[in-house]
């Protein structure tokens, strides 16, 4: 297996495929959780700090998987585990302890109930070691809130796709690991030489380390393509009052990284004063303050940070938790809220209510939390509600972004930016963001890479400063011993790629699937740089249809193993 798959997302796909039946419930005890680490993983090579998360997904009942850095990823390594896969339903409330070869499972039920940050220390109290790392879920997992996270290091989540409601399913609250044994690696004195290589390029003055992802909200303004009013706009009028400058001013205190990681793009920030004085929180990332700043049009950092200091301890996504409370916005100001208080954009208030009622299944709450296709249609909405397979696309407006749109029209798990990165590429220039043509051949290119870098398994933000095809090539052969190139790499991420494609073909996935909101193609934006943009059904037609051919599968979407079954 790891000769084809390599480790991290191909072990997680790999393991899902061979593992579940058709057709399970994703909140049964039949699903698995699986936490992956791969090759680099705790190794010397910048960024080996992530693992991913894999299921079956209660939010879209397609493949789910989601990532996390911080410090967990190398404790798995260093236990000696590739990957940890769970299995059944505990009988009661459970923890599970791994250290080394030694495993137990702990009675949990002082714990339920408890917020994240106040999990993790008890649970490393308890079990007597500060050393240990601890991955929980928070009362929105415990009620199977289908958008719940997994949250490890406080403020560091496995966010996308409702990991935390398959965790709170298997009632299991925490997962603490710690390990002592050495990383075998194949040539770590030549690693280490290429790593020293590398490091000596970076520049001093990166954006990322300044800003974090911050800096994508004045650029995405600039290109008229950051979500706004729940999706009807991709220009804000207020940017600046949740922008890097706002948080650099207002609540930064110093730059955080993960484990073995230079870039320190994360930014621990405190409010001082005012009515959320105290917060602190490890954020906000540009994607919580595309949902709460953007859609929901709440003009106020400080608000921001405090919402996603809820959310965190909640165990909530940002992104599905921000959307569907857009969506309920737009449903009062369009005048389909029948019941309940005023749900006003804008209103910092309405939000934070909101997001305690989602992760404690009460009030309108309730109707969010099993996802944006149930909250739609319980608010007649299905018409207005934007989302692909079920998931919520990230803060790019594909309207401007054309292969940022086919990224998200074919991405396994849904509306889903970071296995293709293509947003990156078409916001900087480097292609023409409002064309179409050789979008695919693009996209299929950027998703091969991307895979590998998610098996191998490190941060896909420094992909262009250490993992470009050569360097991966390079360390590759220096942790495992096996000499390697670019062309059979691409084949390992294809057969990755491939086989959650059949996965998902497997849980009923069509072509019909793989599409935008029809919103996208027949709403243009209204105003800014990218004033007149969608994408046409025949532009987007034509690019799944290169897509499709570029990987070998048919016009319907089925690689050959599918069609060769049927």
């Not at 601890?134 to 496995?158: H, K, M, S």
């Not at 709170?168 to 290589?197: F, T, W």
């Not at 793989?514 to 990218?530: A, H, Q, T, W, Y």
Request: with cysteine; glycine share 12%.
């Amino acid at each position: 297996m790891a000769e084809d798959y390599i480790g991290g997302k191909g072990f997680g796909v790999k393991m899902l495929f061979d593992e579940l039946p058709e057709g399970i419930d994703p909140l049964g005890p039949e699903n698995k959780l699986i936490f992956a680490v791969g090759p680099f993983t705790a190794t010397p090579i910048p960024t080996s700090s992530r693992y991913g998360v894999f299921f079956k997904s209660p939010l879209t009942g397609f493949l789910g998987e989601s990532y996390s850095g911080g410090s967990y990823a190398p404790e798995i390594k260093k236990a000696g585990y590739d990957a940890v896969m769970i299995q059944g339903r505990a009988q009661k409330p459970t923890y599970i302890h791994i250290r080394d070869d030694e495993v137990s499972f702990k009675d949990a039920a002082s714990l339920w109930g408890l917020d994240t940050h106040v999990t993790e220390d008890a649970v490393k109290q308890e079990i007597g070691s500060k050393k240990a790392k601890v991955a929980t879920i928070g009362p929105a997992g415990e009620r199977l809130v289908r958008f719940a996270c997994i949250c490890n290091d406080y403020w560091r989540q496995a966010g996308r796709c409702g990991g935390g409601a398959v965790m709170g399913s298997k009632n299991v609250k925490a997962i603490a690991i710690e390990g002592s044994k050495k990383i075998e690696m194949a040539d770590e004195e030549g690693l280490r030489a290429i790593v020293l290589d590398l490091l000596k390029k970076v520049p001093k003055d990166l954006p990322l380390t300044k800003n974090g992802t911050l800096g994508r909200v004045d650029q995405q303004n600039e290109l008229g393509t950051f979500p706004t009013r729940y999706w009807h706009e991709g220009v804000s009028d207020f940017y600046k009052e949740f922008n890097a400058s706002a948080m650099r001013e207002k609540i930064w205190v110093r730059n955080k990284g993960c484990f073995n990681c230079t870039l320190t793009c994360g930014k621990y920030c405190c409010i001082k004063d005012g009515e959320y004085a105290g917060t602190e929180v490890e954020g906000p990332e540009y994607e919580t303050i595309y949902t709460f700043g953007g859609l929901c049009m709440i003009p106020d950092i400080k608000a921001i940070a405090k919402i996603n200091d809820v959310c965190d301890r909640l165990g909530i996504d940002t992104m599905s938790g921000g959307n569907v409370i857009a969506l309920m916005m737009e449903a009062y100001e369009a005048g389909r809220l029948k019941d309940g208080p005023a749900v006003r954009y804008g209103s910092a208030k309405d939000a934070l209510r909101l997001v305690e009622e989602i992760a404690y299944r009460r009030g309108q709450g309730k109707i969010l939390s099993d996802g944006i296709r149930p909250a739609a249609k319980a608010l007649g909405m299905e018409d207005i509600a934007i989302h692909v397979k079920g998931l919520e696309p990230a803060g790019y407006d594909p309207r401007g972004l054309k292969g940022t749109g086919l990224g998200y029209a074919v991405a396994t798990r849904g509306g889903c930016h970071l296995r293709s990165v293509a947003y990156h590429y078409e916001s900087a220039g480097a292609v023409d963001r409002f064309a179409t043509d050789g979008k695919a051949e693009f996209l299929v290119m950027l998703e091969d890479r991307v895979a590998v870098i998610d098996s191998a398994i490190v941060c896909v933000f420094a992909r262009d400063l250490f993992f470009n095809w050569e360097e991966l090539c390079e360390m590759y052969e220096k942790v495992t011993g096996k000499k390697t190139t670019r062309e059979e790499l691409r084949m390992k991420s294809d057969r990755t790629i491939t086989t959650a494609r059949r996965f998902n073909i497997r849980e009923g996935l069509t072509r019909a699937d793989d599409i935008l909101p029809k919103r996208f193609m027949k709403e243009p934006l209204p105003r800014g740089p990218s004033k007149g943009s969608l994408i046409t059904e025949s532009e987007m037609n034509g690019m799944l249809n290169e897509y499709y051919a570029l990987r070998g599968w048919n016009r319907e979407g089925m690689p050959p193993e599918v069609r060769d079954a049927l």
